[in-house]
């Protein structure tokens, strides 16, 4: 076969990408061209349009196999004699610095796209293959390894990502006729196009995203009883290419996946010339992903901040009173010396949003702790104390209350400067946050009721009702006696029990009066 070489009057890459029925990538050849189309066998067919032939998909009643592992778009160069130059090409000057411009990159960080694409669906589908698919088959068997119920917790809405994925393997809105055995030439061809309407594809992750960590502490926590499942993830772990990926890390990937578009995207767009009609559509793509990476990220920290909450709930003794409450977050958790009458005793403080309590570690029980007082933020003080040599203490501070007092100091001077800046910005922010609450103005003197006061509130989109097959917070199933609501706040379906939660939206110019709208406890 002869080599295909670039046509350097014009750097125009021809590029073409084809998958035969072998699936096997050959890209040695920079100058050859590329074709895609889909083999049959594949359920889940990944590849960009622009590079793309005739697609199919695997039927969905083909029973799993193993062999079917690493199917997918695959890359064979295909000889073809260079485009000829045809001059200035739409969208671009014909300035000497887009003559020199580096195509060669912008090729290949499209084509970087398209086979990290194929990569992450063909994970899933193992994920789906080797781990969701058995279990669901094991639930009607005598020796099920796990409930229904577990299932849905542990996969969450893994399926949706799978059928809502990015379709690369169609034609953009904007082009519909794109597609059809065109040479993609990265200097008029598109790829940011695609990635402009994936508003609804990227919702699904952030659904994923908030049970994340309950997933992951399912599957610890049924592995740790459960023997049978545990041999069933070793097995099933040993059984595709990559052994040393077990379920935890299989699960992962979905959560990396949306900063990973933004890393690939953020390539494309740097070796893209701002003159290039694919630039705007990089950029709002980019723009896109950023936000719901955002949203990811917050959604993640609200996760292992509930959890955190949780394992200290069940750590202390004696707390009479449940922990984790709506509004109620982690501030800063760490050991003191209490200064008691006859001794300095260690002491755990743990500083939330609206209270601080402090507890005595067992000695024979280490992280577990023996609750002993709380004090309600918005009656605290705190201030520093000078060091006082004749008493032998260093680096303290004083915490003062309606209902006690005390002392305590720590190791260092850097030490003590965080707990009495965390303590105080904590009581700041406690006490503003208190400002904001209003008498809502239709419970009259029926009720005293105070609610928080949304004042530049906007509508989120909201999440369809079929979308939700069980509460986003508490991971329960939808029942007759478990209704669907919307949080006002975020858009997502919850149970009742997790969304406790009013506000209030002040009315607009338009002469709407206030209404009070629910909210769920992670929002709020």
Known sequence: MSEAKEDPGNGVIPVQVEVDQDGKVNDDEEGASWKITSRPPLRISTSFSQFSGNSSQKDDDTPPNAEDEGQGPSFIPEETTPAPETGPKQGLSTDSELDSWDWQSRRRAALEILTSERSYMESLHILERFYQIPLCASVSLPTQLI?????????????????????????????????????????????????????????????????????????TTISSSN???????????????????????????????????????????????????????????????VEVANQVNEMIKKQQEHLKM??????????????VVPGRYLVKQGTIRKICRSSHQPRELF???????YAAPPPLFDGMYVFRMKFPLGECRVTRIPDQASRGMRNAF???????????????????????????????????????????????????????????YEAPVWQEDWEASRCLVCMEEFRVYRRRHHCRLCGYVVCGSCST?????????????DRMAR??????
């Not at 299989?250 to 995207?265: D, H, V």
């Not at 500083?351 to 309590?357: E, G, P």
């Not at 939660?501 to 009066?513: D, K, N, Y």
């Not at 909210?519 to 709020?524: L, P």
């Open 398 to 456: 004083f915490i003062g209350s309606r209902l006690k007092s005390f002392e305590a100091y720590v190791e260092t001077e850097t030490e003590r400067d965080a707990w009495v800046t965390a303590i105080s910005r904590a009581i700041q922010e406690y006490q503003s946050a208190q400002q904001t609450l209003r008498r809502d103005p239709k419970i009259g003197e029926l009720k005293a009721m105070v609610c928080y006061v949304n004042e530049e």
């Open 310 to 323: 949780l394992e200290i709930q069940r750590n202390i003794f004696g707390l009479g009173e449940k922990l």
């Open 501 to 513: 939660r009013r506000f209030l939206i002040p009315g607009g110019a338009g002469g709407e009066g």
């Open 147 to 219: 409930s229904p119920l577990n299932i849905r917790i542990v996969f969450g809405n893994l399926s949706d990502i799978i059928m809502q994925r990015i379709q690369l393997d169609q034609p953009p809105p904007s082009h519909p006729d794109r597609g059809r055995n065109l040479i993609w030439d990265p200097r008029t061809d598109e790829v940011g196009d695609i990635f402009l309407v994936m508003t609804s594809y990227l919702k699904v992750y952030g659904i994923y995203s908030r049970g994340f960590y309950h997933a992951l502490e399912r599957v």
């Open 351 to 357: 500083l939330f949003s609206d209270v601080l309590i």
């Open 227 to 289: 023997s049978a499942f545990a041999s069933f993830l070793k097995t099933q772990a040993a059984k595709h290419a990559n052994p040393g990926l077990d379920l935890h890390h299989r699960l992962l990937e979905p959560i990396q996946r949306i900063p990973k578009y933004k890393l690939l995207l953020e390539k494309l767009l740097k070796y893209t010339p701002p003159s290039h009609p694919d630039y705007s559509g990089l950029q709002g793509g980019l723009t896109q992903v």
């Open 519 to 524: 909210a769920c406890d992670q929002c709020m």
